[in-house]
């Protein structure tokens, strides 16, 4: 592999092959060998691939910056832009979707951190046109979210949703990662009839406050994440979430106590104080924020401790269903990534199968029954 080439393609910002290069791990998929970037280097994503018998690459997706206030954080961030698009921001999993590799091959489903996913590529296979956009659009991605109580990365509860869809969210060049413009993604999408975020409008980027805080509001009550503002390029990006969801993360983190850093947690919290700043929370509004938020933390902590107390497993709890051959892909995907697997239920729901299963928190249940059994800090 010509490492000048792949650095000179990426638009890496270092000239030394080796900066870059050290970051990259080796994984064997499908006979074919993957070089994976495991954290965001040099100006290229956590999750780019290179694969290198067919030579192709397929970017990881850029992180997206948020803005803790909405005025002026929207007209700041895009200052100089005409119009910025308002979409959901939706609670899942983030699995890019490519054909990495000749004309021909099939398509496959890389989650965030560049492993493929067996399961979600067959649920993907089988749940969106892939063969007739790719047909077409063979060098570009599709940006989807997994959404839905059934996945194996989250369990985040949609109306309308039993077990699992996909949502497209973005459309880029493989390479390149350059975006295909929101309305012509959006149009293409709906060629296609694949599902998207909810869409909140256009506009200018200062009349977008507005909008951004309604829809804040109503996904706010609707026990929903937030929204992503774009310019109309799709090139800029910045996310906005809702009190609820800050609650819901931080119940979540303090449910596996000793799994999340600190930094998880504090960054929650901060999002929250600026929102009730922002908001002119009134004195019985911030009680009732503050209530809820220390809510968020102690329930979720004590019922964990009881758990470990009682003997009950702690861990995060999914179900699965699909084809029986993609779920036992998934378990042996799980098992390469070293977590400890323990299956509550595992059967036939017509031609599927449905497996429960917690990922077990070995930090958290260990540090838990230390302390319970008298250990000290
Ligand atoms: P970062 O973006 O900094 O890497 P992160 O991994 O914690 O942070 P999130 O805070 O969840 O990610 O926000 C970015 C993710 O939001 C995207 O990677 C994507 O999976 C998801 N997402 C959901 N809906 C949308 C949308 N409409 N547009 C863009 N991204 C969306």
Known sequence: MDREDYLERLGAT???????????EQRSVGGRTHHVLTAARH?????????EESDAVVRGYPS????????????????????????????GFN?????AGDDGDAPLAFTR??????????????????????????????????????????????????????????VRDRESGDPVPVADRRTLCAEYGVGQPRWFGRSEPSAAVETVRDAIDELDAAGREGVVVKSADGESM?????????????AYAFSLPFEHGRDFVFSRIVRDAFQAVE???????????????????????????????????????????????????????????????????????DDERVVAFVKVAESSRDRIQYYLDGGTR
Do not use: N, W
């Open 113 to 170: 951190g560049g492993y493929v996913c067996p399961y979600t590529t067959a649920r993907a296979r089988d749940r969106l046109p892939l063969a007739a956009f790719f047909a077409e659009h063979p060098t570009k991605v599709l940006c989807t979210e997994l959404i839905g109580p059934e996945t194996p990365y989250t369990s985040h509860d949609y109306e309308d949703i039993d077990s699992h869809e996909f949502r497209v969210f973005d």
């Open 43 to 51: 100006g290229v994503e956590r999750g780019t691939v290179i694969v």
């Open 64 to 91: 997206i910056p948020r803005v803790l206030v909405l005025e002026p954080g929207i007209p700041s961030f895009f200052q100089g832009t005409d119009s910025v698009a308002i979409e959901e921001k939706l609670d």
């Open 279 to 349: 908001s002119g929370d009134s004195d019985d509004r911030l009680r009732e924020r503050a209530r809820d938020l220390g809510e968020s933390i102690l329930h979720p902590m004590v019922s964990t401790i009881r758990d470990v107390r009682d003997g009950d497993q702690v861990g995060e709890r999914h179900t699965v269903r699909g084809d029986p051959d993609a779920i036992d892909a998934l378990f042996e995907h799980l098992d390469d990534q070293s977590l400890t697997i323990d299956r509550r239920f595992d059967r036939r729901e």
């Open 95 to 99: 699995v890019r979707i490519a054909v």
């Open 14 to 24: 270092t000239d030394e092959p080796a900066d870059l290069f050290e970051h990259f």
């Open 238 to 250: 910045i996310k906005y979430t809702t009190e609820s969801h800050h609650h819901a993360e931080l």
